[in-house]
């Protein structure tokens, strides 16, 4: 199919040993970083550690494979949690992979229908502001593994949760608090040197934490409660390929998570792969890579994964290993079904509190918080401001569904009102001009009414037309001077041909100087120009007065090509 192009093929012309090498080690740097983050995100999602890490060997390998990105590294992401967590609670776990497949095939349609440009169009203080409410969700979704609270399940909605984790508090378990407390030093303190020291950059953070928390824990014998006590562990074997089971008649209260899913999943993955471009001087194909993303949500839930999307922090890790094709992303991949099949195990150790740990620096990494600073807040409009802040509130209250689309509407009608300003129809004073006797009566009053409509004629700013007809004093003819008109919508035509009719009515004829082709086109289009006679069509201003006048001069018939 021509229309689906993956960048593997392109990048593989060309491609020799020592690509190949460098895609080696930056796969495999990711692959080892995937681990600790792809357990820690289904953990805190309400999924088991092993969805996770199969969520990110088989999406990983389809997003790397499939995708129009050259380094994009998939897999499950922070931003899914809250969503993910909240499908399970309302839904179970069977309908998480359906509502994950109905998402995939909705992103595969996105990017087949050429519609990938459009997540584009999504208004920055939008975007600020769900990154920054999913930061916070994921935040106060760790606290109950991080303090170790007895709790059976933790609600999704917001005032529930924060009822039930004020309540548990005073459980605390103050082993699990303190060892959780150690690995969130270890973590920061790893990652400051990693900045100075190379040879600490080489192993990532997360994983050295996941190293020396599980090692520390089998040698100690420590009272925590970790993957193997919780899950049982990580089964060391290759999950048989299967349909979920659901039932068709609840497909329809399915459709607006996975719609959820499908939304934020073509964001963060055409964020991501924007970032790596500005990183490697390159241009990704948004409709490959959201059709990639599609397959890689369709097939994952077949082997008990969840949602995937394009990862940032992997994305730019594999960047600055040396990545530089769809090959490191596959190699990332192998790497954690090596790791599994020989080191799952091992995975029974790991602590809960440290991978919360991990989560909670990774939710406080992705947002952007200076933006939001009163400092920051200050230098932009209100509108900014209340587009920013409101989507951030419904994002940690409620939801990200409801909050995108809140934030979505209070950024159009931002816009509509903004474009209704640079809309003007103004009066032209004619009888200040020095040839004013042309266009007066013999009792005085004008016999021309002209006015200039500059701008944008669409539905937000034809209220400003009334002054037409808002007029006991009736003129004999009115021009109107669209040479600064630059376009023209359905509800301004409509208003324009309802302003037609009630001068016909009354005997007066419409005279329209000065069109630009677009509008003449859309006019002609629709029968306008039919409707008030093509001789009311005047090349410029003057001409139409003069029109209206009586002079009646022959001019050339206007052409528009």
Do not use: C
Request: aromatic letters at 8%; proline letters at 5%; zero cysteines.
């Amino acid at each position: 199919m021509s229309f689906f192009r993956p960048r593997l093929i392109e990048t593989l012309h060309g491609y020799d040993r020592g690509q190949f090498l460098a895609d080696l080690s930056a796969g495999a740097t990711v692959g080892v970083l995937a681990l600790p983050l792809a357990m820690a995100f289904a953990i805190a999602s309400g999924m088991s550690p092993s969805a996770g890490i199969w969520t990110a060997i088989v999406a990983g390998f389809l997003i790397s494979a499939l995708g129009g990105s050259r380094v994009q590294i998939g897999g499950p992401t922070g931003a899914f949690i809250p969503i993910v967590y909240g499908i399970v609670a309302a839904h179970g776990e069977a309908n998480l992979l359906v509502a994950t497949m109905l998402a995939g095939l909705l992103l595969f349609a996105l990017g087949a229908a050429r519609l990938g440009t459009l997540i584009r169009f999504i208004p920055l203080p939008v975007v600020i502001g769900f990154t920054n409410g999913i930061a916070v969700v994921i935040f106060l979704s760790q606290i109950k593994d991080f303090l170790g609270l007895s709790i059976d399940k933790v609600p999704a909605e917001f005032f529930g949760k924060m009822h039930a984790l004020a309540t548990a508090l005073p459980t605390a378990h103050w082993p699990t608090l303190g060892f959780g407390l150690a690995s969130l030093a270890f973590l920061l303190t790893w990652n400051r040197y990693a900045r100075r020291q190379r040879w600490l950059a080489r192993l990532p953070g997360p994983l050295a934490v996941l190293i020396v928390a599980t090692a520390v824990n089998m040698l100690f014998s420590l009272p925590l409660e970790t993957i193997g006590t919780r899950f049982g562990g990580i089964p060391q074997t290759i999950p048989t390929p299967s349909l979920p089971a659901f039932d068709i008649t609840r497909l329809g209260q399915l459709l607006p998570p996975a719609i959820a899913i499908a939304l934020l999943g073509a964001i963060e993955s055409l964020l991501s792969a924007r970032v790596a471009d500005s990183m490697i001087d390159d241009r990704h194909d948004p409709n490959q890579e959201l059709m990639a993303q599609g397959i890689a949500n369709v097939v994952a839930p077949l082997f008990g994964g969840f949602a995937a999307t394009g990862a940032i922090a992997r994305t730019a890790t594999n960047v600055r290993a040396g990545g530089r094709t769809p090959v490191a992303g596959i190699v990332h991949s192998l790497t954690l079904l090596a790791v599994v099949l020989v080191l799952a195990p091992l995975a029974a150790h790991v602590p809960l509190t440290s991978l919360a740990a991990i989560v909670l620096v990774t939710a406080v990494n992705m947002g952007d918080w200076h933006e939001m600073a009163p400092a920051a807040l200050r230098r932009y409009s209100t509108k900014y401001r209340v587009i920013l802040l409101t989507t951030f509130a419904l994002t940690v209250l409620f939801d990200l569904t409801i909050a995108v689309e809140v934030g979505m509407v209070l950024a159009s009608l931002a816009f509509i009102y903004q474009m209704a300003r640079f809309t003007h129809v103004e009066r032209l004073p004619l009888e200040r001009r020095p040839d004013a006797h042309r266009f007066r009566r013999e009792d005085g009053s004008l016999r021309v009414a002209a006015y200039r409509i500059s701008g944008s004629l669409f539905f937000g700013a034809i209220h400003k037309l009334d002054e037409l007809l808002d007029t006991e004093d009736w003129p004999d003819v009115v021009v109107l001077d669209l040479g600064k008109l630059v376009s023209i919508d359905a509800s301004g035509l409509d208003t324009l041909r309802a302003i037609a009719r009630e001068l016909k009515k009354r005997g007066i004829p419409l005279v329209l100087a000065e069109l630009n082709r677009d509008v003449f086109r859309t006019l002609r289009k629709a029968g306008f120009i039919d409707e008030i006679g093509r001789e009311n069509l005047r090349r410029n201003l003057e001409d139409a007065l003069a029109w209206a006048e009586g002079l009646q001069r022959k001019e050339p018939e206007i052409s528009y090509t």
